[in-house]
DNA sequence: TCTGGGGTCCTAGGACCC
DNA sequence: TCTGGGGTCCTAGGACCC
C-alpha cells in the first residue's frame, strides 16, 4: 500500500501554451492572434496551439491540414526549439533555486519536491504562498510567461491540480480531500489512461474514477493487465507516492523522419538510415555513451509500423557501425508498398564508449596508436553463434545469419553463420589481407564507408573458407 | 495523400541456462 | 525417452506521455 504523504509538498509545474507562448513574446505581433507551431508540411501535427487558435478548436497532436481548415487565419509557425529551450532552462533553473528536487518531464513540465525545499512548514497557506512567488518570479524571468500550478500531496494529484485551472492557475488540493476532488472525474485523468484503455474500461462499463474504486485489483488486472491495472488500483484512490526523482538517465537516443511522400527507393531509404545513424551517433558520442541494441523503425505508406532491432557484443557510438546495423535490419523488411517514416535509434546505452575496452588506445582511426589485439581467440560454439572477432564489431540478425567488420590493426578472426547452414570454420586473418578484404563491399551512397578498413560481410554470407581473393583495385 | 518526434514502460514468446 | 520450472536476455509490437 503506497504510503502517501500527509502535506501538500509536491508541486507540479506547467507552462501555459509553452511553444506559441514564446513566440508571442518574441514576436509581438503575434500577441492576441491564434498562433499554432508544429509541422507545417503535408504530414504536419500540431505541437502546440496558442489559447486564440484553441477557441477555433485547434489542438495539440491534430494533425495541421485539419488545424488549417478549422483556423485558417492563424500564424502557421515550424517552430525554434533553441529559443524554447532557452526558456526552459530560466524556469529549470527558478525550480532549482527553489528546491534541489526537481524532476523535469519535458521543456515544459516539471514537479518539485517542496519537503526538500527547507520551508519552516509545509502548511498549506505556506506552500501556497511559495508557489504564488515562483509564479510571478517566472514570468519576470521569462518576459511574461506564464504557467499553471498544481500542489497536492502526491505527484497524480499535483498533476491534476495543475489542469484544473489553465492557463495561469494556482490549484492546491488540501491534504485529506483528494477522493472526494477524484470521483467524478473521467477515468482519462489517470496517467497511463489514454484511448485503448478508456475504451475497455468503457466497455466494462467504468467511466468515472469512482466506477474504478468498486473494482477489485484482480478484476482490474484481468482488464487491462498486471502492471497496469496494479496501478489503476492504486491511482483512483489517489494512492501515489512516487518520489521526485531529480536525475534520470536516458535510456535510449533516436531519430526518425516523416516524408512528404512515400519513399519506394531502396538505395534512398539506405542513405536517409545512414544519416541518421549519423545523428544519433554524434548525440551518444557527445553525452559520452554508447549503446548494444541498434533499432530501426519503419512506417509504411498504411501506417502499420515496424521494427526491427539487433544487439551487438559491445557497445558502440560509431556511426559507420550503426549505420550498416540498420541498413542490414532495413534489408529484411519488404517496403515495396512504399515507406512514410524511417528511424534509427540505439538502446541498451553504457557510460562507456567502445575503445575503452580496449585500454583506451583506439580502434577507429588512422591516426590512432596501433592496438595489439589476440592472435588467437577462443571460440565457444554455444556462445559465439556468429561471427566472432575481437577488435570488431560483431552483430547477428534474429535468423542467425552474422557478420563482421574490423574495426582495426592486427588480426581478426572470423567465425561465419547462417540461418540455412552450420557454422563455418573459424578463420583469422590479418586485417590487411586480400583474403578478409575481398568481404569488404563499399557503398557509394555512405560517405562513412571509408571510415572502415578492415572487412565487411556481403549479406549473403559464405561459409565456406574463401578461395583466395583477388586484391581489390587500389 | 488523415495521423510528428522524442521518449518510457509493458507484454508475450522464444532461446538459453541451470 | 520423457518431462520440469525458474530466471535472464532478446525481439516485436503496442500503449502512452508531452
Redesign the pocket.
Known sequence: MPDVRATASVLHL?LDA?FAAVEQRDKPSLRGKPVVV??T???????TASYEARVHGVR??M????ARSRCPHAAYLAGRFPAYREASVVVMELLRSLSPLVEP?????AFVDLAAAGLPDLEVDTVTAVAQEVRAELHRRTGGLTASVGLATSKFMA?VASDLDKPDGLVVVPPGSEPELLRPMHV?V???????????LRRAGLHQVADLERVSLEEL?RL????????LHELCRAQDDRPVVAE???????????????LTDRRLMEGLLTR?AG??AA?LAAGGQSG??V?IKV?L???????????LDSPTDRPAVVARVARA?LA?LDTSGGV??L?V?V??LADWVQDDLFGGTGVTGVDEEVVDLPTEVPVDP??H?TAWAPGADV????H?RGWVWGSGRGVVTVRFETAETPPGPVRSFAVDDPALRHWTRPDPLDPADGETTAAEAPTAVPTENPSPAPTPPS
Open positions: 506547467d509553452f508544429g509541422g508540411g503535408g504530414r504536419g501535427v500540431v505541437a495539440s497532436a494533425s495541421t491540414r485539419e518531464l519535458s521543456l515544459d513540465e498533476k482519462s489517470i496517467p497511463g489512461v489514454g484511448p485503448a484503455t478508456t475504451e475497455r488486472v487491462v493487465g498486471r502492471a497496469h491495472g496494479t496501478s534520470r538517465e536516458a535510456k535510449s537516443v533516436s531519430v526518425e523522419g516523416t516524408y512528404e511522400t512515400d541518421q545523428e544519433v548525440r548494444r541494441t533499432s512506417r505508406h498504411d501506417f502499420t509500423t515496424l521494427s526491427r532491432s539487433a544487439t535490419l529484411d512514410r517514416l528511424g535509434g538502446s541498451g554455444r556462445r553463434r552483430v547477428h540478425d534474429h542467425g
